[in-house]
C-alpha cells in the first residue's frame, strides 16, 4: 500500500477556494470508484497557505492506471474539468510526495 501525498502552496487568501476544489474532485473520485482522499490545510506548516491532499493506493501501477486511464463517463470527465477549471490561478507552486506504508 502507497500514500500520495499533493502538496499544494497556495497564493495568499487562495486557500478556501483550493480546499473546495480538491473537496469537489474528492467526491467526484469516489463517485467512480478512486480511493477515498483526504484533504487538509496546515497550522503549521514549512509554508504558509498550505494544502494537503492525501489517498491511499495498493499499488504504484494502480496510482499510474488511475492518472493515465480517467474512470468514469464523460460526463465525469467533463464535471471534473468543470471542478479544477483554474486551479493553477490559486497555487504559487506544489509537490507530490508518494510512501510506502510499512504498517
Do not use: N
Not at 487568501?13 to 467526491?27: N, P, Q
Not at 470527465?77 to 508518494?98: C, P
Request: with cysteine; charged share 35%; glycine share 8%.
Amino acid at each position: 500500500m502507497y500514500l500520495v501525498r499533493d502538496i499544494m502552496y497556495c497564493k495568499p487568501g487562495k486557500v478556501r477556494a483550493m480546499v473546495e476544489k480538491f473537496t469537489g474532485m474528492a467526491r467526484l473520485g469516489e463517485r467512480v470508484g478512486m480511493p477515498k482522499m483526504r484533504i487538509m490545510t496546515d497550522l503549521c506548516a514549512e509554508r504558509y497557505w498550505t494544502v494537503v491532499a492525501e489517498m491511499e493506493v495498493p499499488s504504484l501501477k494502480a496510482f499510474e492506471d488511475m492518472m493515465g486511464m480517467p474512470q468514469g463517463t464523460s460526463d465525469d470527465a467533463k464535471e471534473f474539468e468543470r471542478v479544477m477549471k483554474g486551479y493553477h490561478d490559486l497555487v504559487e507552486q506544489g509537490r507530490r510526495e508518494i510512501y510506502k506504508i510499512e504498517g
